[in-house]
């Protein structure tokens, strides 16, 4: 079954937690390249993603959120994306196996188009390198994931839809505004966002990072609202990080999003997994909390 | 003149960088920053008043972006518009006889490559009347020695997106502050709290470029 079948069949899907917060937690030092670890160290890169599919995940995602020349130029990489993308996919498609699909992530090239130091074309072509290398290692889908921008975000749809054949899944990251409502850095609120993504094609629309749990569930009920047959996926912080002692936690527990998954199921969300501070065990738990909601169902 | 410092501030608030430019929608056509900022000198207004109407225009963007009314593309546009008209000044500067309020060395922390809030806080604060020496990004302890070094009495922003970077700016405000104890440093960037600031023992926290502006205009009042 292809990986938007299985999206399609009705059934709530799990995917994977944090990449980064785990790099580190296995020596990645700050100001070191992460995408570099998918050939110098590909076997604790393996570690991450099987541990994911061993805690229950149908889907893991590669480790090429920074993959995009313009951010590996800051380690005087960006001649070699191409081959850090491929080998981000491969090593993610060995741990996912035949039965789990590989999700190739893209994340934002921290330029700003409006400001006029870049083009359209030179962001489009960095995307469309990235994703045909992951498409080339293995991916079975395509994830534009922390986008805040418009014309970023559907340049990178575009790169991915026209020079693959995968599926494109495309997450924004909202922040609750003093009004209450949800909108990204750039001022996008989720309507916005849905109307600009889904006409540039993505497959599946969605939201990542944040503030946790809770606050996907608000961000899921809008987008389940304005778009009413589009597969939506959640990949969600474990919480506000605080830092005791000088190290990083994230508030939230397993147990905690055991215990609001029903919710967000019910919110509308037909992928869900974890980002920054979420581990192999709060996927378990999501996992747990999916089988129990669809057996009393 | 006050009419004038009125039209520049509306000019830096809405993003109007020049005539040429098509953005805001509504005011094409129209004079924008760099025109006004030309015009004002050509007809021998203060080089002060232009200065004015910048900090004008910056603090009105500035305080609708802390109030969730206005977001990074509307800042950024603003802060074209405020340099479009600065640069009119710079011979002003140099010469002296327009003043800055005070220097602020800003740098994202060692280890972090993260830039786009670092460059918010240095545009406002600059349009907040102030200069500003930007350090760039993964900026070492010894760097922000250097540019004490160099720029006696200034005050330091740190940035860090990263929760795995942000600890770095503990080590460095110690070391800042055993060379130059009177050197006053403030801390931001997505992760950071004020409770995280008051514990690395820093001087000051915002989690807006206004409050960095409004700690900075208390500093030197």
Excluded at chain 1, 39 to 52: E, F, G, L, N, Q
Excluded at chain 1, 178 to 191: L, N, Q, R
């Amino acid at each position: 079954m292809t990986f938007l079948a299985k999206v399609k069949s009705g059934k709530v899907l799990i995917s994977d937690g944090a990449w980064g917060t785990f790099l580190h937690e296995k020596g990645l030092q700050p100001g070191e390249c992460p995408e570099l670890w998918n050939v110098t160290r590909p076997d604790d890169v393996y570690d991450i993603a099987k541990s994911y599919i061993d805690a229950g995940a149908d889907m893991i995602e590669t480790n090429s959120f920074g993959g995009s020349r313009f951010k590996l130029e800051h380690y005087g990489l960006a001649d070699r994306a191409a081959e850090l993308n491929e080998a981000a996919a491969a090593i993610s498609k060995k741990a996912a196996g035949d039965a789990c699909n590989v999700l190739g992530s893209i994340g934002p090239t921290g330029k700003i188009l409006i400001m006029g130091d870049i083009t359209e074309d030179e962001i489009y072509d960095a995307f469309k390198i990235q994703a045909m290398a992951l498409a080339q290692g293995g991916a079975d889908a395509i994830v534009v994931e922390t986008m805040t921008a418009i014309d970023e975000a559907v340049l990178a749809i575009r790169a991915a839809k026209e020079n693959t054949p995968l599926p494109v899944i495309c997450t924004f990251t909202f922040e609750k505004t003093i009004e209450g409502d949800y909108k990204t850095m750039m001022g996008v609120s989720p309507e916005m966002m849905a109307s600009a993504v889904l006409p540039a094609g993505a497959d599946v629309i969605g939201a990542n990072c944040g503030n946790g749990m809770e606050r996907m569930i608000d961000i899921i009920t809008v987008l389940r609202r304005i778009a009413p047959g589009t597969p939506l996926l959640v990949h969600a912080n474990a919480g506000a990080p605080i830092v005791q002692k000088g190290k990083t936690l994230f508030p939230e527990k397993p147990q905690d999003m055991f215990k609001l998954t029903p919710r967000l199921i019910e919110a509308g969300a037909n992928i869900i997994g974890g980002c920054c501070g979420t581990t192999p065990a709060h996927i378990a738990a999501i996992a747990r909390a999916v089988k129990l909601y669809e057996k009393d169902k | 003149m006050s009419d004038f410092v009125e039209q520049l501030a509306l000019c830096v608030e809405r993003g109007k960088v020049n005539k040429e430019s098509l953005y805001p929608p509504d005011l094409k056509g129209q004079d924008g920053a760099d025109e006004l900022a030309k015009q004002a000198l050509e007809r021998g207004l203060q080089p002060d008043t232009i200065l004015k109407g910048c900090i004008l225009g910056m603090d009105r963007i500035g305080s609708k972006f802390s109030q969730n009314k206005a977001f990074v593309p509307e800042l950024l546009m603003a802060a074209k518009a405020m340099t479009a008209a600065m640069d009119h000044l710079k011979p002003f500067f140099q010469s002296g006889e327009v003043k800055r309020k005070g220097t602020l060395i800003i740098g994202t922390i060692a280890g972090d490559l993260h830039d786009i809030g670092k460059n918010l806080v240095a545009m406002v604060v600059e349009g907040g009347g102030f200069e500003v020496v930007d350090l760039g990004t993964d900026v070492s302890t010894e760097k922000f020695l250097a540019a004490i070094e160099a720029h006696p009495g200034s005050i330091v922003g740190m940035s860090a997106l990263l929760t795995t970077t942000m600890v770095n700016m503990e080590s460095a405000i110690r070391a800042i502050k055993e060379k130059y104890p009177d050197t006053m440093v403030l801390v931001g960037g997505a992760p950071v709290t004020q409770q995280f600031a008051d514990r690395i023992g820093a001087d000051g926290y915002s989690p807006d470029p206004q409050g960095a502006v409004a700690i900075l205009n208390k500093k030197v009042a």
